[in-house]
């Protein structure tokens, strides 16, 4: 399928005009940023196993009514999304004690949250993504107070789905963020889950042994990052469990 002009770069994606109105092609990269990209490098593989990703967890989200903007997977580094306005916030949901929470309230990584929280930061490279309160929010026009209503009952039934799945393949899910886009129907406006869903965007511990299965591996240098979505791709059965990689992790500098 053609791509058309391309619109956006970011750090681990590429949008395209998408061949028909109001969708776009999104092209997973091979690049691993952290620490708002003050830590950079290309890691072979990264993006196909993304893009795969992806595409399993937006497909188990339609499975189940929560709307979300994939079409299909075009092939092994792109997919067919549908166009929309993204709200401009982060949307964090916390399991589990760990990176910014820990260091900002002192509490040991891995510590089971009282219940589900859920926070907002604004997206904004050039601020760190700073976190907004809802108040924040609604003054500045970001979202209105039913917005938050609905992305907060979204994120919550994403992370439902997201913590049975992880379960299911002896993954805990201690964290993770999402994007929502808006969409107009007519006159008639709703809200669906954007971006992507991979390990780049979740944090993922394997239950029996605490390893870190996601963009921690990078972050803090404990192996090979391909290896770890690898392995979270084989227990989902994305990948099947018997193969090797088919070419060689490699990172260029």
Known sequence: MAKGKKLYEGKAKVLYEGPEPDTLI????????????????????????NNRLSEFFMNGLTQIGVPNHFIKRLNMREQLIRSCEIVPLEVIVRNYAAGSMSKRLGIEEGTQLPRPIVEFSYKDDSLGDPLVPEEYIIAFNWASQQDLDDILALALRVNDYLSGVMYGVGIKLIDFKIEIGRVWEGDFMRLIVADEISPDSCRLWDIETGQKLDKDVFRRDLGNLTDAYTEVARRLGVLPANVAPATKPTIVH
Do not use: R
């Open 26 to 49: 999104q092209y997973f990269k091979d690049d691993a940023t952290a620490f708002n990209a003050e830590k950079k490098d290309t890691i072979d593989g990264k993006g196909a196993l």
